[in-house]
């Protein structure tokens, strides 16, 4: 039983910053992607459970940091000098096996970056 909702998405100007929270359930690996309009979903961070390891997307490594607050069953992704290109929904997803077999995922959040 997890339940994911995405949160905090909006409109910014490029070179802004945007936070996102995920609130989840349950004992999981979590992890960020994105997809824009008439593209496929791509892979953008992933935090692991039990000793915070993290993974990056090329595209975002030095300006996104994915983090978590296991007591609060909560995700962020913090997200600083975003780029036009960043503009996509982004979704949070939840992976119990450790695998990167996502199970759960949320509704989507919409980010806008303005030139």
């Known amino acids: 039983q997890v339940q994911l909702v995405e949160s905090g998405g909006g409109l910014v100007q490029a070179g802004g910053s945007l936070r996102l929270s995920c609130a989840a359930s349950?004992?999981?690996?979590m992890g960020w992607f994105r997809q824009a309009p008439g593209k496929e979903r791509e892979f953008v961070a992933r935090i692991s459970w039990s000793y915070g390891n993290t993974v990056y997307a090329d595209s975002v490594k030095g300006r996104f940091t994915i983090s978590r607050d296991n007591a609060k069953n909560t995700v962020f992704l913090q997200m600083n000098s975003l780029k036009p290109e960043d503009t996509a929904v982004y979704y949070c997803a939840a992976d119990p096996s450790g695998t990167t077999r996502y199970d759960y995922w949320g509704q989507g959040t919409q980010v806008t970056v303005s030139s």
């Open positions: 349950g004992r999981a690996a």
